[in-house]
């Protein structure tokens, strides 16, 4: 008779992967940044000098909720596939309580509204680093429907 195989440890060693899924390493959400982008964007780009975060804190996507060490670093990350891909992602507003109601057959359904999302600037009147948030204008809600 022969006893059930031994369980191969294909993966024992690869810590690399477990770490991604690890709480420690966990960023915030789509849903959470999108909060941050409507009601913190002033707080979170221009952060006080923390000396724990990389680069002082100065250098944030708010995005991508990422810090980064120099100016140079984090230009460099807004043409990044990821930072374009994540800035692709927000466009639609997120996933919210009322969405799941009306799939669930309570309201009428509503496409998901677009937005138009521009990476964060700075301001040369007040030195101020500013994302902007904007509705789709009816233009280009049209252009959605063709
Ligand atoms: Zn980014």
New binding site residues.
């Given amino acids: 008779m022969g006893k059930p195989q031994r369980r191969r440890k294909m993966h024992s060693g690869d810590t690399h992967l477990r770490r991604r899924w690890r709480t420690r390493s966990r960023k915030r959400d789509l849903d959470q940044i999108d909060e941050d982008l409507v009601k913190k964007s002033d707080e979170l780009l221009n952060q006080e000098v923390d000396l724990d975060q990389p680069g002082f804190a100065q250098f944030y996507?708010?995005?991508?909720a990422?810090y980064f060490i120099d100016e140079n670093a984090?230009e460099s990350?807004?043409k990044?596939k990821?930072?374009k891909r994540?800035?692709k992602a927000l466009e639609l507003e997120p996933y919210s309580i009322e969405d799941s109601e009306r799939a669930a057959g309570h309201g009428s359904f509503k496409t998901a509204k677009k937005r138009k999302l521009e990476?964060q600037f700075c301001d040369p009147e007040d030195g101020k680093t500013k994302v902007l948030v904007q509705e789709a204008t009816e233009d280009e809600k049209k252009m959605e429907i063709k």
């Fill in positions: 996507c708010i995005h991508c990422k984090m990350h807004f990044t990821v930072h994540r800035m990476t």
